[in-house]
Nanobody, 122 residues
Framework: QVQLVESGGGLVQAGGSLRLSCAAS????????MGWFRQAPGKEREFVAA????????SYADSVKGRFTISRDNAKNTVYLQMNSLRPEDTAVYYC???????????????WGQGTQVSVSS
């Protein structure tokens, strides 16, 4: 069983920055792809970004491309999401996910964190 714990959420003004972290409790962290998703009130959960096991491939939703950066530190079993130029529409609960079923690029992941709230004021 893999446990994922997100941190770093909070309230920020539009144009500001936040860095989310997700710590994973698994010895196989360096072997699995990781992703970030978000869910705004009244909306379905949506993909934000993903990173392959060795950081060779990254993917982003069009809505965050150029503003968000996903990275990972396999020595620390941690994946990050650096969020710059935040907008009110980025307000959501952000979830970390591990090990996409079927491999990188698949939107279904085996393990999910509990989420961290990000609120962006205008």
């Amino acid at each position: 069983q893999v446990q994922l714990v997100e941190s770093g959420g909070g309230l920020v003004q539009a144009g500001g920055s936040l860095r989310l972290s997700c710590a994973a409790s698994t010895r196989t962290f360096s072997s699995v792809a990781m992703g970030w998703f978000r869910q705004a009130p009244g909306k379905e959960r949506e993909f934000v970004a993903a990173i392959s096991a060795k950081s060779t491939i990254t993917s982003y939703a069009d809505s965050v491309k150029g503003r968000f950066t996903i990275s990972r530190d396999n020595a620390k079993n941690t994946v990050y999401l650096q969020m710059n130029s935040l907008r009110p529409e980025d307000t959501a609960v952000y979830y970390c996910a591990a090990d996409p079923i079927g491999g990188y690029g698949n939107p279904e992941y085996r393990y999910w964190g509990q989420g961290t709230q990000v609120s962006v004021s205008s």
